[in-house]
């Protein structure tokens, strides 16, 4: 009866200890994919900065044109403008015309 008993005792303990390294190995799966996952979030950390930066230096670069264009507009109010923009309109739609033909 008691080797029954043990018998029994052995067998759930194999079974459990089977159990066990079966979590740990999906465990170990886990961990890998955990890693992998951090990796590529540095990854894209890493390029979004650098997009970041390129965003704040167009962003930089375009704000310096339109205080120039804010500037020239300023300058070239009224009728002189306007007359060099029909000029340039006219200017454009003669090389239009003569570089199709």
């Known amino acids: 009866m ?6 029994e005792q052995r ?3 194999i079974r459990q200890d089977e159990k066990l390294n079966r979590i740990g190995q999906g465990v170990s799966v886990l961990k890998a994919m955990a890693v992998d996952i951090g990796t590529e979030l ?15 230096n167009t962003q930089s670069r375009l704000n310096r044109t339109t205080d120039k ?3 020239l ?3 070239t109010k009224g009728k002189k403008f306007c ?4 000029l ?6 003669i090389l239009v015309v003569v570089f199709t033909h």
């Open 2 to 7: 008691d080797e029954n008993i043990e018998l």
């Open 11 to 13: 067998q759930t303990l």
């Open 42 to 56: 540095d990854d894209s950390n890493a390029q979004l900065a650098g997009l970041d930066m390129s965003i704040d």
């Open 69 to 71: 264009v804010n500037i």
């Open 73 to 75: 507009i300023n300058k």
């Open 83 to 86: 007359c060099v923009i029909c």
């Open 88 to 93: 340039l309109i006219i200017i454009l739609i």
